[in-house]
């Protein structure tokens, strides 16, 4: 017999009666008879691939000639999904896949800006000690298992139903679950999110401080959190940053922006944005709910954004659903749909007045990027999500989801709406690509940066203005500089220029331009996003031009070097070299390294205080205690920075 959850029941499942038959049994499970000693039975148990995921009691019952019953209870077993079985619902028929997806313990995850995109390492840990217990306490921490034991038991036989558990309890907006997210650019009570390398301490501080959210979190670490729960549950996971990422609070597939007359960027009512990058993960299963061709990679993104059935949790939604806007589709698709595909509408506001600048098609959704299989490289995946950009594909898929959307609001008695279907004329305006002001103005604006942006470096630049007419051109350019969260959120500007430009017929001229490090370095958030902005108007036109570009300021990354071979069980030596980017003292530094199969915890090394441009190494001892490839992680922060890092492959010998 074979139990699991608190109220064992045969008919729901959670209760198993199978005899030594064979497979000829009426039970789904089977038991096998492989040794027959004086005093003892070998007997192999297989479960059948639908069968509830979790923790198991395994009894024995006993009938003698007598009739009597002797019941023993032998132990217990934990029962995961298995992407190896064909009949499972999360096969995967790929070995390399699978050891990428399920098996790999390490893994980068992509974050910067889609003109510059950096990888950071990340320690999955889903084997390390005690992080399957962990998992399966995180399921019965569920709203749902809390609510409804017994049913919610009977259904984790169904990765789509795991998988929209654990995505609501990854983040704590509803329940007591891993992690707070903040992005107040406030961290005092907490861990700035930017300071992670890994899940397993999060997992851990989570489960012994009694399942209290952790502080804090960002969409990385939700999806990086995430990936070890689902993996450790041995459903195939990978997770996906898509930078330009729509936030389309409405459902109307339009992202409103507003500037003001210097081209700053302001605080949306609406809270539409453009995050940066955002980040949410993709878990591998069939989808029997949904209508065949829909199963494969499905969306799953655990960052509390919008509720989804009164839960903050979003997904899943297939892949394949987004690229054909079927967003009709469970779950969320409508929602993932926006993330890689909304339009961007720009708006100037001036003496109260809003005035349209343009509809931009293509800004949301670029460089959408993971981790490639057994490489340290990037994929780009961009073209599961959508076609092409530009082409009738793309537009004419767009066009099916608005009006899918539309149809969906008008036949839901709970939204009052007053929208018209859309007409012939606006499909066709859909349809093109629409006409830019620098089309209509014929001059081209653009920025250039003229050496990498490193920090604690000025920032140089140029606006490059091109004139695309016969005609001269009289430009008045208003150019400023702010800092951004990577959500999208603006902060304060702390710089502005005007420029007059006098353009001959098919003329090009640059402005130059410089921001110093004093300037912008009390104004930078931990993302160390900086957008600069020109707003350029010519006499003769009303038309405006909008140009912007983000930058990323750069850090020396953190150097590691292994001295000596690394063989299991055998002492180790690793040497950690970082340094102070800044002309000026940084305090309170602390270096953490970890890594799985090479150090039991993460280590925590206390710096102190760095000189200004000083170099530094330590060198710390372990000693690995799994074989195969491993990666080690480091990060270094100051009172001044919050997020360098580093990472090393290492190859683990068995024996010498």
């Not at 009949?87 to 980068?108: A, I, K, T």
């Not at 940066?276 to 494969?296: I, Q, S, T």
């Not at 300037?519 to 600069?532: A, E, G």
């Not at 030596?573 to 000026?584: A, C, D, G, R, Y």
Request: glycine share 6%; aromatic share 10%.
């Amino acid at each position: 017999m074979a139990e699991t959850g608190p109220l064992p029941d045969l008919s729901n499942g959670t209760r198993a009666l199978f005899s030594l038959t064979g497979r000829h049994g009426p039970s789904p499970w089977i038991a096998l008879l492989e040794t027959n000693g004086a005093s003892s039975l070998e007997v192999s148990l297989c479960a059948p691939p639908t069968a509830a995921v979790g923790r198991y009691l395994l009894k024995v019952h006993i009938d003698s000639f007598q009739r009597s019953v002797t019941a023993y209870q032998l132990g217990e077993f934990i029962l995961l999904f298995n992407p190896w079985c064909p009949e499972d619902s999360v096969y995967l028929d790929s070995e390399p896949q699978r050891q990428e997806y399920v098996v790999n313990d390490y893994g980068f995850i992509y974050q910067g800006n889609k003109n510059w995109i950096r990888p950071c390492p990340w320690n999955y840990g889903q084997f390390e000690e005690n992080i399957i217990d962990i998992c399966l306490e995180l399921l019965d921490k569920s709203l749902n298992f809390q609510t409804d034991p017994a049913t919610d038991c009977a259904l984790r036989g169904s990765p789509v139903y795991i998988s929209r558990v654990v995505c609501a309890m990854i983040n704590s907006n509803d329940d007591n679950g891993v992690l707070n997210g903040n992005w107040s650019e406030n961290y005092l009570d907490g861990i700035n999110p930017a300071e992670w390398t890994g899940s397993v301490a999060i997992l851990k501080q989570w489960h012994a401080t009694g399942c209290q959210p952790v502080r804090y979190g960002q969409c990385w670490v939700f999806a990086a959190i995430m990936c070890t729960v689902m993996r450790c549950l041995g459903i195939p996971t990978r997770v996906i940053t898509n930078f330009d990422s729509g936030h389309d609070t409405d459902g109307n597939l339009i992202i409103d922006e507003y500037y003001d007359s210097t081209g700053r960027i302001l605080e949306n009512k609406k809270k539409d944005t453009v995050w940066n990058f955002h980040v949410w993960n993709e878990c591998w299963m069939a989808r029997k709910d949904l209508p065949p061709g829909y199963g494969g990679w499905q969306v799953l993104d655990a960052t509390p954004q919008e509720t989804s059935n009164g839960l903050y949790c979003c997904g899943p939604a297939s892949v394949r659903a987004i690229k054909e806007g079927e967003v009709d589709l469970n779950y969320d698709t409508a929602f993932a749909f926006s993330m890689v595909n909304a339009d961007c509408m720009s708006w100037l506001v001036y003496g109260g007045k809003e005035q349209k600048i343009h509809r931009e098609t293509n800004t949301v959704g670029n460089f959408i990027s993971t981790k490639s299989i057994q490489s340290n490289e990037r994929d780009d995946i961009t073209e599961n999500y959508k076609y092409i950009e530009g082409s009738p594909q793309e537009r004419q898929v767009f066009l099916k989801a608005l009006q899918k959307l539309r149809a969906g609001r008008s036949e839901d008695p709970h939204h009052a709406s007053t929208s018209m279907p859309l007409s012939e004329d606006s499909l066709r305006r859909l349809h093109m690509p629409s006409l830019q002001p620098s089309d209509v103005v014929q001059v081209s604006l653009k920025f250039q940066l003229l050496a990498p942006p490193h920090m604690g470096q000025d920032i140089s630049f140029v606006l490059l203005a091109l004139n695309m007419s016969f005609q001269f051109k009289d430009l008045k350019v208003n150019l400023s500089a702010q800092s951004l969260l990577h959500d999208g959120s603006p902060l304060l500007a702390f710089w502005q220029d005007t420029a007059f430009i006098t353009l001959s017929p098919e003329e090009a001229k640059t402005h130059s331009c410089r921001i110093p490090y004093s300037q912008y370095s009390q104004y930078l958030s931990t993302d160390k996003l900086i957008r600069i902005s020109a707003l350029g108007e010519e006499k003769s036109s009303p038309e405006k031009i909008l140009v912007d570009k983000i930058i990323t300021l750069a850090y020396p990354g953190i150097i590691i070097n292994v001295l000596g071979a690394a063989i299991v069980n055998q002492p180790l030596s690793i040497q950690v070299l970082f340094s102070n980017p800044l002309s000026e003292y940084v305090e309170d530094c602390v270096l953490t390294v970890e890594g799985s199969g090479l150090f039991k915890k993460q280590q925590r090394v206390l710096i102190g205080i760095l000189k200004p441009q000083h170099r530094a190494s330590i060198t710390l001892e372990t000693v690995p205690f799994k074989s195969g490839q491993r990666q080690i992680q480091a990060n270094l922060r100051s009172n001044k920075f919050k997020d360098i890092k580093g990472y090393r492959n290492v190859y683990v010998d068995l024996r010498l």
